[in-house]
Each structure stands twice: as structure tokens, then as C-alpha cells.
């Protein structure tokens, strides 16, 4: 077991400058055309430099090209950033969970010096740009089809900012107009909610005031709504822009059951605060989707029961295999926005054992069916075995767990002249420990069977999230 999650978190030393053409195992559909680009840690050690915490691992990017003519071309190459760049020269600081910065360290270097831009969580289109993309302000653009680092680049239009970003921007299907916020911290604290018209243009929408803000990495959108659900993780700014208090930047945050949860819930078109209606404390990372039907808002997000889970994540405790935490658990939330603050919230859990939840980007902001997931054992004692396709009206997951120890983050590309919701192909890295081997799978969206899979040039280590962009074909 040690060998087995040893080998997901070993360091690359190795990358392709080009494309190499990976051999294909079964029948690709001919309509699968486009780029799979997948964004996370290729290594933890580099040029005397280590990280603590998996989530800082160093960026890497990897890119699965699909011709439409049954070939997959792929490459692999860091991001080279100035964190790079000094890791390699023996030194790491700032990061998420990393060395002795401090928060207050952290938004001095927003506002006063050169940002921490290991961009190592997603990536993301922004008019005609590709850019890699974390928790700060930092955006590194690379180019889509040879992965070269272009430069890194910080809003610095009229709109106000924040020192913190989201790193999961939302886009709305039907406009292609991004969503997303920032937290800015000071004597007062907020949240400042934004779009981005496909042009490239930033739009302040609203500024919601917090009094100590919490830690969120994704949040939800619908057509009418912006949902920022606030998990009981806070930090007091005041405190920390002091001197002193070194450690991590994380460990400024601290776990408050007492609180609740929040939804903070602002309209889209007007940027009126509609409610902040609290439930019970839980914690999480991602929002698979949401949506409104019959008057309320649906939202479908794994939840975990607090924190613990952050701390269990240090790159020596997953190398030693010391994990036993409570895993993930895909959920459902109602609530009528129309009730403001004193809205009752219904949950029910959909399905237990989840981590990274996705959907067909077919069926962003709109009532979905299935969600994909890596599958967890309860409690988590390995690294995720398999993946789940679960069916959101009757909870039942049908499963696929063959030819690999580890499964990484399902990422589902729809037929484009399909008419169900599942008529597509599921993209999931997957790692064989006795091979030391990294194969890409290719499964049916509707059957959760195995169409394809190709082996890539050296095993992966795990990563965190990918998107496919059908409009990138060119090699």
C-alpha cells in the first residue's frame, strides 16, 4: 500500500518539448475531436526545493489531443513560473500549505510585490487565451497545442480586486460569460462576485460584506444566481496582517462548526444580496452543478463533515500512506431563494465514497441527471480505485474500476450531435502500480464501459483537474 500511493506522489523529472502519438488500445468515436488539457503537481522536489502539502506541488501541464480520426497525441511540460524557477534554485515559499508564509506575508506580495503563481489547480479559456490558474490573481497563459509558458499576467482594470481569487471560474453555457469572485481582506472584509464576457471584459457585479471570511474553492451558478456557499473555515485578517504568527498559509484559518454554513445568494442581474440562510457546519471543495427548478435552487456539491481531510495531505503522510479520514459524499441542496436569510434548506445525500464530481459541460446551470466522480472507499484508506457514474434521481452508482490500481478526475466530453445527457465519453487518468504505468481511459458516457485506453510514456503523478476544449485540434 505504501508503494502504491509512493508512486502517485513521486517527482518528474522528465517532459515532452513534443508531441508523441500514443498507442491506442480499442475504438475511438469519430466525433471525439478536440484537447484534453489536465493542470496539477508534477513534482514535489526540485533543485534542493521540497513542498509540505500535496496542493503545492509544482504545475504541471499535460495535453491529450484527439483528431477525430481515432490518434491521441500527447505531451507534458511544467509551467515555468517564477516559483519554478526559484525551486530550482533551492528555494519555496508562499504556498498553500508550504514553509513559514504568513497570511499577512501573502498580501503584501499581492499588493506589493511579485504574487505567488504556481498555478497548479485548473485550466481555462478567457476570450483567446489559455491560462493555468490558482487561488491568487496570478494567470499564467501557455500556449494550448505546444504547452510553452507565454507569460504570466494580473487584472488591473478599473473593476475592484481582491487578494485572494477562486480558482474555479464558472462559465454559463448559453452566453459563455465567466463567473467568479475574490476575497478581498483589510479593516473591512468582502467578497467581490465579477463576470467576464467572452471579450475578455471584467464587470463588477456586487461587493458582499464578511466579517471573517471562509476558505472556498469553487461555489455555484445558475441562471439567475451566484452562490457562495461559506463552509465554517475563517480567518480574522486583522490578526494576521501583524507581524509574527509565521506558519503556513492555511493554519491562519480556523474551523468554527458553531457558525453553520452559509449560502450567500446574489442575483446575477441586479447584484442584489437575496439571502444568507445558514445550515448545519460542513466543509467542502467542489460544486458539481446547479440549478433552479420549481422555483427553488438546486445544489449538487460533495461535502465532507470538517477539515480534517486538509491537514491529512501532506506529501510525506500520502507517501507513507497514512490517510483513514472520511471521505466524500455527493449531496443535494434545495432552498427557495425568495425566503432570504430565513430560508429552510433541505439536504439529501445522494451518494457516499465521491471526490472530484463532475458533469456534462452540456449541463452547466441546468438540471443535470448524472454526475461523474472518483470513487472512495468510507472511510478513505487508499487513494481513489475507481469511477462512479451516479444517477441523481435514484442515488444508485454503477462503477468502473478495471485495469488500474488509482483513478484520477472523470472528465465527460458530450457528443456533439448526441440527444441524451450521457451520450458521450468519460476522460479519466488512471495509474497500474505493478506497471508503473499511467494510461488514459476512454469509457462510455452511457454504459460506464471501457471503449479505449492508451498508455502514456511514464507514469503520472496524481493530479487535480482538466478541461476539454473541443476547438483546440491542432497539433
Not at 484527439?66 to 505531451?75: E, L, M, N, P, V
Not at 499577512?104 to 498555478?119: A, H, I, K, M
Not at 495509474?431 to 485506453?453: F, H, M, P, W
Request: with cysteine.
Amino acid at each position: 500500500m505504501t508503494d502504491d500511493r509512493a508512486l502517485g506522489f513521486h517527482s518528474l523529472s522528465l517532459e515532452d518539448e513534443t508531441a508523441t502519438e500514443l498507442a491506442v488500445e480499442g475504438h475511438l468515436p469519430g466525433w471525439l475531436e478536440g484537447t484534453l488539457i489536465r493542470n496539477g503537481p508534477g513534482a514535489f522536489e526540485l533543485g534542493g526545493a521540497a513542498v509540505d502539502h500535496w496542493f503545492d506541488g509544482l504545475a504541471m501541464l499535460q495535453r491529450f489531443t484527439f483528431s477525430g480520426a481515432g490518434t491521441i497525441d500527447y505531451q507534458n511540460r511544467f509551467l515555468r513560473t517564477t516559483t519554478f524557477e526559484r525551486a530550482l534554485e533551492g528555494s519555496f515559499t508562499g504556498g498553500f500549505a508550504t514553509g513559514e508564509s504568513t497570511l499577512r506575508e501573502r498580501l503584501w506580495g499581492v499588493l506589493f510585490g511579485e504574487p505567488y503563481d504556481n498555478t497548479n489547480v485548473i485550466a481555462e479559456r478567457l476570450g483567446d487565451q489559455y491560462l493555468a490558474l490558482t487561488e491568487t490573481l496570478r494567470q499564467v497563459e501557455f500556449d494550448p497545442v505546444t504547452l510553452e509558458t507565454l507569460g504570466s499576467q494580473q487584472y488591473d482594470g478599473p473593476a475592484p480586486t481582491g487578494q485572494l481569487a477562486c480558482a474555479h471560474l464558472r462559465r454559463d453555457p448559453d452566453t459563455g460569460v465567466l463567473w467568479n469572485f475574490e476575497t478581498k481582506f483589510g479593516r473591512s472584509n468582502a467578497y467581490l462576485v465579477y463576470s467576464i464576457d467572452p471579450g475578455g471584459k471584467r464587470t463588477p457585479v456586487t461587493t458582499v460584506p464578511v466579517d471573517e471570511p471562509a476558505y472556498m474553492h469553487s461555489f455555484a451558478l445558475t441562471p439567475d444566481y451566484v452562490i457562495l456557499t461559506e463552509f465554517p473555515f475563517v480567518v480574522d485578517p486583522m490578526d494576521f496582517l501583524k507581524p509574527g504568527r509565521l506558519g503556513p498559509f492555511i493554519d491562519s484559518y480556523r474551523w468554527e462548526p458553531e457558525r453553520g454554513t452559509r449560502f450567500t445568494i446574489v442575483d446575477r442581474e441586479s447584484g442584489e444580496l437575496v439571502g444568507r440562510p445558514t445550515t448545519e457546519a460542513f466543509f467542502g471543495f467542489h460544486h458539481a452543478n446547479a440549478y433552479q427548478a420549481d422555483g427553488e435552487v438546486v445544489i449538487d456539491l460533495e461535502t465532507l463533515p470538517d477539515v480534517e481531510a486538509v491537514g491529512t495531505l501532506t506529501v510525506d503522510g500520502l507517501r507513507a500512506g497514512d490517510l483513514d479520514v472520511v471521505g466524500g459524499s455527493l449531496e443535494r441542496f434545495r432552498l427557495d431563494p425568495t425566503d432570504g436569510d430565513g430560508a429552510t434548506i433541505a439536504r439529501q445525500r445522494l451518494h457516499e465514497g465521491t471526490a472530484l464530481p463532475t458533469i456534462s459541460p452540456a449541463q452547466w446551470t441546468k438540471p443535470h441527471h448524472y454526475v461523474y466522480a472518483q470513487r472512495t472507499d468510507q472511510p478513505v484508506m487508499e487513494w481513489p480505485t475507481g469511477v462512479v457514474k451516479i444517477d441523481t434521481e435514484s442515488g444508485s452508482g454503477s462503477e468502473f474500476d478495471s485495469g488500474a490500481d488509482h483513478f484520477g478526475e472523470p472528465i465527460f466530453v458530450p457528443n456533439p450531435d448526441g440527444s441524451d445527457e450521457d451520450d458521450g465519453v468519460i476522460l479519466a487518468l488512471a495509474l497500474d502500480v505493478d506497471d508503473a504505468r499511467s494510461d488514459l481511459v476512454i469509457l462510455d458516457g452511457a454504459s460506464l464501459t471501457e471503449i479505449a485506453r492508451a498508455s502514456l510514456p511514464r507514469p503520472i503523478p496524481f493530479d487535480f483537474h482538466g478541461r476539454f476544449f473541443p476547438e483546440v485540434n491542432g497539433v
